[in-house]
């Protein structure tokens, strides 16, 4: 087994536990998150999303953490992470459901800011640029572009589909989120 680890990755985190648990053994390979390897066609090609983790079992990739650890826990049942009752099965599955679209949702822009935005900053804006059109889906894109355009000028810019309030004036005309349609709130 290999798994694409990126550092300071809370999804990698959960798969490693997992792991570990399961008393498994496996390969690392590191995506240096920083340089980009992620955008690599060679990465891409087990992972078209541009994430990690990833983990290649039997020359398949499978990708999502909450995804991963149930392949491992079905792949490899002793010893098995998962609750025998139905009921404590979906209580296992709630749980799992609110890490992946509670919290990680609720701290990912935070996290990215916090992780990347000196390094942005650092970049020149041909580099910045070549980041940011690698990364494929719009709304990251725009995320990632709302980190470092934003800097320190104004708190950091959060897309919302469901919106309570638009850009000001000034930043509706420098926003990238609202450039392709999208109203961040501020």
């Not at 079905?74 to 709630?94: G, I, K, N, W």
């Not at 890490?99 to 800011?113: H, K, L, Q, V």
């Not at 942005?120 to 980190?147: K, L, W």
Request: glycine content about 6%.
């Amino acid at each position: 087994m290999l798994l694409f680890t990126g550092r300071n990755s809370i999804c990698t985190q959960k798969v490693l536990i997992t792991l570990f648990e399961k008393g498994l053994s496996w390969d690392t390979k590191r995506v240096d998150l920083f340089k980009n390897e992620q955008y690599d066609p060679a990465y891409l090609k087990y992972n078209p999303k541009g994430v990690v983790p990833t983990l290649v079992h039997n020359d398949k990739p499978i990708i999502e953490s909450t995804l991963i650890c149930e392949y491992l826990d079905e792949t490899f049942p002793s010893p098995s992470l998962v609750p025998p009752s139905p009921y404590d099965r979906a209580q296992m599955r709630l749980w799992s459901k609110q890490i992946d679209e509670g919290i990680f949702e609720a701290t990912r822009e935070i996290s990215f800011s916090a992780m990347f935005r000196e390094k942005m900053r650092n970049m020149t804006g041909e580099q910045r640029n070549i980041r940011f059109n690698n990364v494929g889906d719009p709304g990251r894109s725009a995320r990632f572009r709302s980190t470092y355009e934003h800097g320190t000028e104004s708190p950091m810019c959060f897309m919302r589909l469901r919106h309570s309030r638009k850009c000001s004036g000034r930043w509706t005309r420098r926003c990238p989120m609202a450039a392709n349609g999208l109203s961040p709130m501020i």
